[in-house]
């Protein structure tokens, strides 16, 4: 349920009608839109609507969301969020672009990327310590090394970092480096690791799982915003279909929906939804032309011998192609470019 607020309704109001929620079984939270303030009253199915709850001071309105999921719905929120990590912002007009290697290989290979994203106006610098193969036998990523390099070199560049974490007991340890912590598609559904990042007062990029429905994916961010941290970023990075000419079909789509169904970010993964880099360009112009906010793109300054994702990064130079590219179509979506680092 949706208790919207007089804008001007002092503290005291509000906490009043918290009490009442809270007394009749609701969890409540407060969102500060620009032009309304609301309280997102989340029960059990069933719950009953306080009876004065309407004619309480400060009370504009009582709505109920239709939707499955609450705190992440356009219902509760009409207004854009944007959610910020440093110099990065997401949503609300501008596209920002996240790019690095797949995995932090090395020192210097993760410093040769950073610099070289850094001076086409990347954002964010992105690069997992902890990598979710396939295989057992898969190269894992450098763990705590990674995550030390990546802090150093985000300090050097002034790029805020996005890393995943993949085990609810590291996300304290991850989320010491990260400006932003990602949760990748194989663990969209996990739910103890949703809760934990649920906790953190920072930024979750959430990846849209394999073969999660548009529903399920926000009803993931759902999770992470209910345990109290509002700052999610959601990412289609690609679903498995029929075709296997592509790695993944990326469902543009989806980012259109969406954008219409939440009021959260949205960026798009051109790299594992094609696993090609010749198809980064044109999914990450297509997934821009459908309303994302900002694209996360694999770059490798030596993809042939990548240890994580080679034939779908893009050398620096591809990357300078697409940056060009990108800049070239913000004028005709109405959206700026958020450079970062003060560009
Ligand atoms: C990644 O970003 O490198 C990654 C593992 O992505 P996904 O979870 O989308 O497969
Ligand atoms: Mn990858």
């Known amino acids: 349920m949706i208790v919207v607020m007089d804008l001007q309704a002092p503290e005291r109001e509000i906490q009043a009608v918290e009490d009442v929620l809270q007394e009749y079984g609701y969890s409540c939270h407060l969102i500060r839109g620009e032009k309304r303030l609301v309280i997102g009253a989340v029960g059990s199915a069933g719950s009953e609507i306080p009876p004065a709850l309407e004619t ?5 309105k009582v709505m109920r969301v239709l939707q499955p999921y ?5 219902e509760m929120k009409p207004d854009d969020s944007v959610v910020t990590a440093g ?6 007009g501008t596209v920002a672009v996240i790019a690095g290697p797949c995995a932090v290989e090395s020192q210097d290979q993760l410093r ?3 610099h070289a994203v850094k001076a086409q106006q990347a954002a964010a610098l992105r690069g997992g310590a902890f990598k979710p193969r396939t295989s057992p036998y898969a190269f894992q990523g450098l763990m705590a090394e990674g995550l030390a390099y990546l802090h150093e070199i985000s300090a050097e560049t002034g790029l805020p970092v ?3 974490v ?8 991850v989320a010491a480096t990260a400006d932003i912590v990602q949760i990748g598609a194989r663990n ?3 739910y103890p690791l949703l809760k934990e990042v649920g906790q953190l007062r920072k930024p979750v990029l959430l990846k849209r799982g394999l073969s999660a429905t548009v529903e399920e994916w926000l009803m993931a961010a759902e999770y992470i915003m209910a345990a109290g941290n509002y700052q999610v970023i959601l990412c289609e990075r690609g679903i498995r279909t029929f075709e296997t000419a592509t790695r993944n079909t990326l469902d543009v789509s989806a980012i259109a929906l969406a954008k219409q169904l939440t009021h959260l970010p949205v960026i798009a993964d051109p790299s594992h939804a094609g696993g090609h880099w010749r198809l980064v360009k044109p999914l990450a112009l297509a997934s821009l032309a459908a309303g994302a906010d900002g694209l996360l793109v694999e770059v490798h300054p030596d993809p042939a011998r990548a240890l994580c994702d080679g034939k779908q990064s893009l050398t620096p130079e591809h990357f300078v192609e697409l940056m060009a590219a990108v800049k070239a179509i913000l004028p005709a979506l109405g ?8 560009q």
């Not at 309480?56 to 504009?60: A, T």
């Not at 993949?166 to 340890?173: C, F, G, K, L, Y």
């Open 56 to 60: 309480m001071p400060g009370v504009e």
């Open 70 to 74: 609450k705190l992440v719905s356009r």
């Open 87 to 92: 110099s990065l912002r997401l949503g609300g």
């Open 112 to 114: 040769a990327t950073a």
């Open 162 to 164: 996005v890393t995943e």
């Open 166 to 173: 993949i085990n609810p007991a590291d996300v304290e340890m």
């Open 188 to 190: 969209m559904q996990n």
């Open 335 to 342: 959206k700026t470019l958020c450079t970062g680092s003060g």
